[in-house]
């Protein structure tokens, strides 16, 4: 948010915003489950420039055994990303305090779906790579990781579904990109379980008056609704076109 | 587990003495393998290559560094390897262990040897060199990784732009052409069990063999080797190898 004014682009011209969209529309998203063989539920998200993939493993033997719960599954979760992800100079290896906090609040928000309490003594892993960032990776991996659970068959109360929201020359926009989310005024990164409308990752940085938070969150409910129908459908694709080959689906997806 | 990869062995060891692989391949056939070139678009080059279920992808990043100081004018190669925790249930997360060093440390030995990438033209200004990072992100594991990451590594290296530089600085996003690559190198990884040697082995071949040696070769020379495992190779096996992989490597060099 602090980035020196001078060199700050113009985010909005017309209503438009530097990718020509309208501050209620999301960069297109493409959702594929099942593209891992040895884990047990995958998922590969592109949003926009980003590239997410996930895999999950479980409910499987808790390791160390002093982790483990009598009374519910032991659900662990590691975003990272790929030292080649950036568009800057290249990532250092090894969780940064940055992803180690991202880690923590998605395996929070996974912990009020996962019905846990049927796999005492176990434990559910939860793997993000991001392969490619442009803004926005905690909402692409946290939609990844969702399918990936639902892929893996692990029972929930509900798909979780992330969308961000901010604020960009003074107007409350969706989805903030790169550029966006640099030299905006906010960001403020939302996932929800669509169900009981609750939100279950509520993160903001910059300032919003009470208004604008409350008109953002409306707003990044709206867009959420979308993005969990491209969840579902990637989930229902795995049963109504069952294939034999797990692949990253390159030729089609990871093409520019 | 050991007594699963007993059984596995003893199933091996049958099947290799009458001349027969599990998947009904021949002794010195490869998986199908597929190589896509540049699917991420932030990385300087990348690429995605599968051997049977095996996914293994590479990146490369350029950054601006200071040159070994008995190098004074040639650049820096770097290659690393992760064996992420979502690519099997057999690897774990924290920091590199001794089998993704192994990993990074052949496909870098044939790579250099051959000096594919040319350090020399890397200099930018007294102390001041490219370094090229070459990161081998493992997907999914179902054996003989070395020939994948050799694949995906060289695939990437063939698909990497050079960065424009002004002022000694990298200018993202802006290239003067490709990297100039003077060969392509090709591993072919062999098991060993008993007297019996087979190319390409898979997850559970590699699970039940006594060893398995690697020989990276340019159209010309060999260009590295490794030897993993505590079976050991006789000279007459290592020759019938290196007649394979020479031949095997022009097959595999087309795929690039």
């Not at chain 1, 960069?27 to 998922?43: H, K, T």
């Not at chain 1, 180690?100 to 395996?107: A, D, G, N, P, Q």
């Not at chain 2, 030897?227 to 060099?253: C, F, N, P, T, Y």
């Amino acid at each position: 948010m602090s980035q020196a004014e001078s060199n700050k682009p113009k985010l909005l011209v017309d209503g438009k915003r530097i990718d020509g969209r309208a501050t209620d529309e999301l960069r297109p998203i493409r959702i594929v489950a099942r593209v891992l063989n040895d884990a047990d539920g995958s998922a590969y998200v592109e949003w926009g420039k980003n590239k997410v993939l996930a895999g999950v493993y479980g409910p499987s033997e808790c390791i160390p055994r002093h982790d483990q719960s009598l009374y519910r599954s032991v659900v662990r979760c590691r975003y990272n990303m790929a030292p080649f992800s950036g568009a800057e100079e290249h990532g250092r290896s090894g969780p940064s305090r940055r992803s180690r906090e991202l880690s923590k609040v998605i395996k929070e928000a996974f912990e009020n779906v996962i019905i846990s309490e049927n796999f005492p003594r176990t434990q559910i892993e939860i793997f993000v790579e991001v392969l490619q960032s442009d803004g926005g990776t905690r909402c692409a991996a946290i939609t990844a990781a969702s399918v990936a659970l639902a892929d893996a068959g692990i029972p929930m109360k509900d798909l979780i579904t992330a969308v961000a929201v901010g604020k960009i020359d003074g107007q409350m926009a969706i989805d903030l990109g790169k550029e966006e989310d640099n030299f905006g005024e906010s960001d403020m990164p939302l996932a929800f379980s669509l169900r009981t409308g609750e939100l279950l990752l509520f993160q903001m940085d910059g300032l919003l008056t009470r208004e604008e938070l409350q008109k953002g969150i409306a707003m990044a409910k709206a867009a959420a609704q979308k993005v969990h129908k491209l969840q579902v459908e990637a989930i229902r694709k795995v049963y109504e076109e069952p294939r034999e080959e797990r692949f990253l689906p390159v030729k089609g997806a990871l093409e520019k | 587990m050991e007594t699963i990869n007993e059984i596995k062995r003893d199933i091996l060891s049958s099947l290799l003495s009458q001349g027969k692989r599990a998947d009904g391949r021949g002794m010195f056939d490869y998986r199908q393998i597929a190589v896509h070139s540049a699917p991420l678009q932030n990385a300087e080059g990348s690429a995605l290559a599968t051997i049977g279920k095996t996914q293994v992808m590479a990146g490369i990043k350029f950054d601006v560094a200071a040159p070994f100081p008995d190098r004074p004018t040639e650049g820096v190669l770097s290659t690393s390897a992760d064996l992420l925790p979502l690519a099997s249930h057999l690897f774990e997360t924290g920091p590199p262990g001794d089998d993704s060093i192994e990993l990074a440390r052949v496909v870098d030995r044939g790579i250099r040897s051959a000096n594919v990438v040319d350090l020399n033209s890397f200099f930018i200004e007294d102390e001041k060199v490219l370094a090229l990072y070459l990161d081998i992100y493992v997907l999914d594991h179902d054996g003989n990784l070395i020939d994948a990451s050799t694949l995906a590594a060289m695939a990437a290296l063939l698909s990497a732009r050079m960065p424009k530089i002004e002022e000694g600085k990298i200018v993202r996003g802006e290239f003067t052409g490709k990297l100039p690559v003077k060969d392509k190198v090709v591993s072919c990884t062999f098991g060993k069990l008993g007297s019996r040697l087979f190319l390409d082995p898979s997850l559970d071949e590699e699970k039940g063999m006594d060893c398995r040696l690697t020989l990276s070769t340019t159209d010309s020379h060999l260009c590295a080797g490794q030897k993993g495992g505590w079976g050991a190779i006789s000279e007459r096996d290592l020759m019938e190898m290196v007649d394979i992989s020479l031949q095997k490597g022009k097959e595999l060099r087309r795929l690039l």
